[in-house]
């Protein structure tokens, strides 16, 4: 088993798990029949698309074994802990500058330097995700 196989494995056991508990645990419903969108909606959509990539990626992967290095690892670990981070500043600070500056953190650790891709990045996807979920479908960010 390569360790694609196995990632995919892990991504879609972490999709199943939000579905079944982690998503109805911690997303609030609102009170009112015609409530729209349900508030777990879009988190119901990413766990879904987890489940279903995660699959893809244990079906459609490369054969031969691949073990990634050490500079891969060290990347990734350093992504996770810039993400702990943020979920715990998160409930402090609030959703706009702390995504702000994750989206800076994980730029600098991943090397990214193309200007247009980073004030996309930086600026446009917390500032857009913000405007979509807060200001046209308010529903409030933590």
């Not at 995919?8 to 939000?18: D, R």
């Not at 015609?34 to 990626?57: E, R």
């Not at 691949?66 to 943020?86: E, H, N, Q, W």
Request: aromatic residues 10%.
């Amino acid at each position: 088993m390569t360790a694609d196989r196995i990632l995919g494995g892990a991504v879609a056991l972490f999709g199943v798990f939000l579905l079944l508990w982690g998503i109805p645990e911690n997303v609030r419903t609102v009170p009112g029949i015609f409530v729209y969108p349900n508030p777990a909606l879009f988190p119901q959509i990413a766990a879904t698309l987890l489940v279903g990539l995660g699959v893809m990626q244990m079906v459609f992967t490369k054969t031969n074994a691949d073990v990634p290095s050490f500079r891969k690892i060290a990347l990734f670990m350093a992504v996770a802990g810039a993400t702990l981070l943020a979920m715990v500043g998160i409930r402090t600070v609030g959703y706009l500058p702390v995504a702000i500056a994750l989206m800076v953190l994980i730029c600098l650790i991943t090397g990214e330097r193309r200007p247009l891709w980073l004030a996309t990045v930086v600026i446009g996807l917390p500032v857009g995700t913000w405007l979509f979920f807060e200001q046209i479908l308010s529903r409030p960010l933590p």
